[in-house]
């Protein structure tokens, strides 16, 4: 079989692999699609650890062509979708239900063999059903929902609520749409480039802002803003500390920011606790999709998320290398790496 492998830093290829074999309690997953994630490319430069020789890819969905012994609930043909953050259920972090921070936490596709490939292994805790009629792109969008409902859940919008969503890569497109079938109102998208806010309307968002010109804290929460003095909760998809330091900005009082963005390593911000604490903001970070894997996919399969418009393009096990060592191309949402193409 075909699988795209990591061997070393900057070292990626697509090459002929032996097919693996299911373990007892494991499940063999023709891959359907894989999404290619900001990960991956920080996985090729380096800038996240894992552990190469490996086959790169944890935004996948395909059908079970074969399974251990010990399996139950899935039956061959079946398509599924792989969360793909193994927690080892044992730890001190695990034991607390915060599984998300296991400290022996195995990611498929970081540190196992992932699904840039023909075929993934995929353990059966790990595995959820989709539907046999779901279009089989839409299952690769599994993962990176189930991220962001850690961050919706985190929120705690309310019905009638407003939000600010800072970013519009796929998290944000993503987020816009659950806040808003959370109950949100208002939702307000700020990102720079005008195909994804045009989108984002498309998708569900009240307003937009263009962060590039103007204030866009004064937009949204000054006294002639979208919603003066500021929104119950802000969700920042970008990534970058500028818009951590707008989230606290455009927060209400009492209000709650929400940070789903990696930001590289070691970068420092300055925040000013006086303002944090008389404003009593609630500052949350969300990190990865503790049991949230199976709302997400419920989600996609009742068809509740807008998931074409966020499909860029479609390329093949041979052209992914090529797509996950560069940069996004100007307005590219998602691309899907489609091993049967
Ligand atoms: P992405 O495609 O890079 O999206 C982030 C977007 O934010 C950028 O493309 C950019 O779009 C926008 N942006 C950059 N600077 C901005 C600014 N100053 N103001 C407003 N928008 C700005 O990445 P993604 O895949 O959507 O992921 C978003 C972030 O979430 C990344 O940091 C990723 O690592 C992280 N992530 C976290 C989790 C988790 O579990 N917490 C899971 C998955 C991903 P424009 O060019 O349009 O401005
Ligand atoms: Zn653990």
Redesign the pocket.
């Known amino acids: 079989m075909k699988a795209m492998q990591l061997d070393a830093v900057g070292q990626l290829f697509t090459r002929e692999v032996e097919r693996p074999e299911p373990g007892p309690e494991d499940l063999l997953i023709r891959v359907e699609a894989c999404g290619v994630?900001?990960?991956d490319r920080?996985l090729f430069h380096g800038e996240f650890p894992c552990k190469p020789p490996v086959t790169l890819g944890h935004e996948f969905s395909g059908i079970v062509e074969a399974m251990g012994g010990k399996v139950t609930g899935f039956a061959i043909g079946d398509r599924i979708t792989g969360d793909p953050n193994i927690a080892c259920g044992r730890c001190v972090h695990c034991a607390n239900g915060r599984i998300?921070l296991c400290r022996n936490l195995q990611a498929i596709g970081i540190h196992r063999n992932g699904g840039f490939a023909d075929y993934v292994i995929v353990p059966q805790k790990q595995a959820f059903l989709l539907p046999a009629d779901l279009d089989p792109m839409h299952g690769a969008f599994c993962e990176?929902l189930a991220?962001?409902l850690?961050?919706i859940d985190l929120a705690e919008i309310k019905a009638g609520g407003s939000v600010v969503v800072?970013?519009?890569?796929?998290?944000?497109?993503?987020t816009v749409q659950l806040a808003r079938l959370a109950g949100a109102t208002s939702v307000i998208l700020?990102?720079?480039?005008a195909?994804?806010?045009t989108l984002a309307e498309e998708l569900g968002a009240t307003a937009t802002v263009d962060?590039?010109e103007g204030d866009?804290i004064n937009k949204i929460a000054g006294p002639q803003g979208l919603v003066p003095g500021g929104v119950d909760v802000v969700l920042e998809?970008?990534?970058?500390s500028?818009?951590v330091a707008?989230s606290l900005k455009i927060v209400r009082p009492g209000g709650t920011v929400v940070?789903?963005?990696?930001?590289p390593q070691g970068e420092t911000m300055e925040i000013e606790p006086f303002d944090l604490l008389f404003r009593e903001v609630r500052l949350l970070?969300?990190?990865?999709?503790p049991f949230t894997h199976r709302r997400a996919a419920d989600l996609i399969a009742a068809g509740k998320i807008e998931i074409d418009t966020l499909i860029s393009r479609t390329v093949s096990l041979n052209e992914a290398p090529n797509v996950v060592s560069n940069p996004?191309q100007?307005g590219?949402?998602?691309v899907l790496v489609i091993p049967g193409l």
Do not use: D, Y
Request: with cysteine; hydrophobic share 30%.
């Open positions: 994630c900001g990960t920080h998300n990176p991220c962001c850690h961050g800072l970013g519009g890569g796929v998290i944000g497109l993503l700020s990102t720079r480039q195909v994804r806010r962060p590039s866009v998809c970008a990534g970058v500028e818009t707008q940070v789903m963005g990696v930001m970070t969300s990190f990865l999709n996004p100007p590219e949402v998602k």
